[in-house]
C-alpha cells in the first residue's frame, strides 16, 4: 500500500501542474477572446489523413471501380434532372381557374395516373425523409459511423483507424468532459453573480463579455473551429434567424456575439444551461404543446424587438433539426413580430463529425457523447445583410425570402415542406386538396360530356 500511494503522489505531483498550468493558460486566453491556434492546426492535420485514406481506399477499389462510380453518379444526376422535368409536367395541379382542355376530354381510367405517378416518385425520390438522417460523406473519416467497414480494408488503414480511436476516446474523451464540466460550472456562478447586480448598462456589458467567454470555454469541449464571414452584419438588435441543424448552433453563434434566446423549454442537461442563462439575461423558453405560451411569446417577442437596450434574439424558425443539406418551412410567427431580420446561414463540415441530431432517435447525453467522441466540429457561418418586410408583403412571403437567401449563401436546397413532418403525419387537409381537385376535375368533364351529347341530339 505504501508504494502504491508513493506511486500516486508523484503521479498526481507530474500530471496535475501541467494540466492546472494548461487550464489556466486556456482561461486567460478565453478572457481576451485569444487562441494559440492550436484547433486550426489540428484540423488542417486531419485533413491530410482523410486525404491519404481516401488515395488508399481508391487504390483498393481500383481506378476503375472509381470512374464507373462517378458514371453511375452522372447517370444518376441525369435521372433525378428527368424525373423533375416529368414532374414540372405531370404532377398534377391545384390551379382551380385552369381548366383547358377538359371541355374536350372525356374521363378515362387513366387519368388518374398522373396522380399515381406522382405518389409513386415521391416514395422513390423522396426529399423530405432523408433530411432527418445524417448526410452522406464522399469520403470516409475514419469514424465506425458508417455502413461499411472501411477500416479492415488495408492494414495502413486499420493502423490509422486504431490510433484514432484511441486519440479520441482515451485522450480527446478524457479531456473533453473536464473541460465541459468546468465549462458548466464557471458558467453557472459567472451568471448567477450577473444576475445578482442591478439593471445597467454595466451589467449588459459585463454579460456580454461573460457569455463570449463562457460558451468559447465551452467550445473546447468539441473541438468548435468555427469561421465567421462578412462580421460587419453582426446583429446588434431585432431577430437573429438562422438555419438549424443541433443545439450547437447556439454555442457556435454565441461565441461570436451575446444573444437572447427564444426555444422550447429544457429538462436535464439542457435545462441546467437554460436556467443558468435566464439568471443573467431576458430568454424566453415555453412549452411547444402550450397554445397559452405560444401567445406569451410573442407577446414578449414584440416587447423585447421594440425596447432599443435588449440584446438581438436569436430564432431558429425551422422549429426542428435538419440535416444541414436542406433548409425546410419557416414559421411564419417570427416574421409577423416587425423590426429588423438578420438572417444567418449555418454550414457544418461533416467530414469531422455529424453534428445532426436527431431529436427522435437520440438522447442529449448519447448526442453529446457522440459530438465528444468526433474529431471535432468544424463550420462556417455567414451573416447576411438585414432584410426588412416590404410594404404590402406578407409574413409567409417575407419567411420564405429570408429562407432562400439563407439556402443560397449556405449552399442548401430550398425546400417548402414543413420540419414538423419529422415527428407527424401530413396534414389531412394536404389530402382533402388535391382529392377535391380530382373531384372538380371529374365533374367538370361529366357536365361538358352532357352538354356535348345535348348537342348532338
Known sequence: MAVVDALATVALTVVIPPFLIVLVTVL???????????????????????EFGRQ??????????????????????????????????????????????????????????????????????????????AEELTSWNFLTRTNCQYEFISVRLTIFWVVGFILRYFLLLPLRIIILLIGMVVMVVCTYIVGCLPESKMKHRLNSSVSVFCFDFLSGALSLVCT???????????????????????????????????????????????????????????ERSESKDRFAVARRLREHVEDPEK??????????????????QFKKGTFEVGGIIYPVAIKYDPRFGDAFWNSSKESMLSYIYMM??????????????????????????????????????????????????????????????????????????????????????
Open 228 to 286: 465567421y464571414h462578412n462580421q460587419e452584419n453582426v446583429p446588434r438588435r431585432g431577430i437573429c434567424v438562422a438555419n438549424h441543424t443541433t443545439p450547437i448552433d447556439v454555442l457556435v453563434l454565441a461565441c461570436d456575439n451575446t444573444y437572447d434566446m427564444v426555444g422550447q423549454r429544457h429538462g436535464g442537461f439542457l435545462g441546467i444551461f437554460q436556467r443558468a442563462l435566464s439568471r443573467a439575461s431576458a430568454h424566453i423558453w415555453f
Open 56 to 133: 488508399r481506399l481508391s487504390k483498393n477499389y481500383g481506378k476503375a471501380s472509381g470512374d464507373e462510380q462517378e458514371e453511375e453518379e452522372e447517370e444518376d444526376q441525369v435521372s433525378r434532372e428527368v424525373i423533375c422535368r416529368d414532374k414540372l409536367v405531370l404532377r398534377p395541379t391545384l390551379d382551380k381557374d385552369n381548366n383547358e382542355g377538359l371541355d374536350t376530354h372525356e374521363f378515362e381510367l387513366g387519368d388518374c395516373l398522373d396522380y399515381i405517378r406522382t405518389g409513386m416518385e415521391a416514395i422513390v425520390d423522396d426529399e423530405v425523409t432523408k433530411r432527418f438522417s
Open 372 to 457: 465528444m467522441t468526433s474529431w471535432a466540429i468544424v463550420c462556417d457561418v455567414w451573416y447576411l445583410p438585414p432584410m426588412t418586410r416590404r410594404e404590402g408583403e406578407s409574413s409567409i412571403d417575407f419567411a420564405n425570402r429570408v429562407k432562400a437567401e439563407i439556402a443560397r449563401q449556405g449552399g442548401l436546397v430550398d425546400l417548402v415542406w414543413d420540419g414538423g413532418l419529422k415527428r407527424s403525419a401530413p396534414k389531412i387537409e394536404w389530402k382533402q386538396q388535391y382529392q377535391q381537385e380530382f373531384s372538380r376535375r371529374l365533374k367538370v368533364q361529366n357536365v361538358n360530356a352532357e352538354k356535348k351529347e345535348e348537342k348532338t341530339e
Open 28 to 50: 486567460v486566453l478565453a478572457s481576451l477572446g485569444k487562441s494559440l491556434g492550436l484547433r486550426q492546426k489540428y484540423v488542417q492535420f486531419l485533413l491530410k489523413v482523410f
Open 311 to 328: 440584446l438581438p434574439i436569436l430564432i431558429f424558425p425551422e422549429g426542428t433539426c435538419i440535416n444541414n443539406t436542406s433548409v425546410m
